[in-house]
């Protein structure tokens, strides 16, 4: 299973990172028509009148006589006649190639055969797709980090806005993690089944469909995130008691700088940073809960003391 994800992702990086240069590098004249092919446990041929961009072969064996601008085969067979292509990719695959075919551009592969690639059929070059692969993941993660680092930096500023503009009620949602966390694990679950389930409801009932993606792509992941600067401002007040023991900060700006910057760090891996988030939903949660039954508990009280107030009148 782990190597056919591993072949599965390759495909992909090199369907993302290759194609746009096996296209760009190669001069196309032959008229073709822009589309994609993808045949998956199938035999296809292509006859030589037909003329794509991409071709796809999975697990499936093709015949290509006419013109592909780019050929994938992966865990297939492709038989190459009279064909004329910009480029060959194959990872676990045989590749026939005779000596009437014009490869315009490389054959790259991986764990595969090609057989009849020579100087006169092969006008690029034959190597390993491992390299490319490499050099792909290394491009795609260098992105990836920066955007991940884009991101802890403007929440890290959210939460020294949070701790100013809520520094009370962050404080109390912090001081539930660390006194009931029980409570606080049950209020993230329920919150979180709560909601993904009501966004359901909604969207099934089609009426509801604004509704159920409004609570999926705005609400939830605005409640994570709340979690997430509460969960590190908690991590962050518990360091500094530790480290400065007896100092009494009015406002957890200093608090939300340690906690965050540790919480960022940590967070690269995504479930850890899940998981810190539901533990910071669950706090705001149940913070949320109590504080609407706190606001509910006295007009219950005056109505019934009024009411008896009137009994006695």
């Known amino acids: 299973m782990i190597r056919l994800l591993g072949i599965a992702g390759?495909?992909?990086?090199?369907?993302?990172?290759?194609v746009p240069g096996v296209a760009a590098a190669e001069p196309w004249n032959w008229g073709r028509t822009e589309n994609l092919i993808i045949a998956s446990g199938t035999d296809i041929t292509l006859s030589a009148d037909q003329d794509v961009d991409t071709l796809v072969i999975v697990s499936g064996h093709a015949r290509i006589e006419g013109h592909a601008g780019t050929i994938f085969v992966l865990g297939g067979t492709a038989d190459l006649v009279g064909a004329r292509t910009g480029g060959i990719v194959a990872i676990q695959a045989n590749v026939n190639i005779d000596g009437a075919t014009v490869v315009a551009g490389d054959v790259r592969s991986m764990d595969s055969v090609i057989t009849g690639a020579?100087?006169?059929t092969v006008a690029g070059r034959i190597r390993d797709l491992g390299p490319d692969v490499a050099?792909?993941?290394?491009a795609i993660g260098s992105v990836l980090f920066f955007v991940y680092l884009?991101?802890?930096i403007s929440v890290l500023f959210a939460g020294i806005?949070?701790?100013g503009l809520a520094g009370r009620q962050v404080r109390e949602a912090t001081n539930l993690i660390s006194t009931e966390p029980l409570p606080v694990l049950a209020a993230a679950l329920i919150g979180l089944i709560g909601l993904v389930t009501a966004a359901i409801v909604a969207i099934v009932t089609v009426v509801g469909i604004p509704f159920g993606l409004g609570l999926l792509l705005l609400v939830l992941p605005a409640l994570f995130l709340i979690g997430y600067i509460v969960a590190g401002i908690w991590l962050g007040e518990a360091i500094l008691a530790r480290t400065s023991p007896g100092v009494v900060r009015e406002r957890p700006?200093?608090?939300a700088i340690v906690g965050l910057t540790l919480?960022?760090?940590?967070s690269i891996v995504p479930t850890i940073g899940g998981l810190i988030s539901l533990v910071g939903m669950g706090a705001v949660v149940l913070l949320m809960w109590r504080v609407i039954r706190r606001s509910r508990t006295p007009r219950a009280?005056?109505?019934?003391?009024?009411s008896m107030a009137g009994a006695a009148g």
């Open 118 to 120: 020579s100087a006169t």
């Open 253 to 255: 700006y200093l608090a």
């Open 161 to 163: 806005l949070v701790a």
């Open 301 to 306: 009280v005056d109505h019934s003391a009024q």
């Open 263 to 266: 919480v960022g760090i940590v």
């Open 10 to 18: 390759a495909m992909l990086l090199t369907l993302l990172v290759l």
């Open 150 to 152: 884009a991101f802890a």
């Open 135 to 138: 050099l792909g993941w290394m």
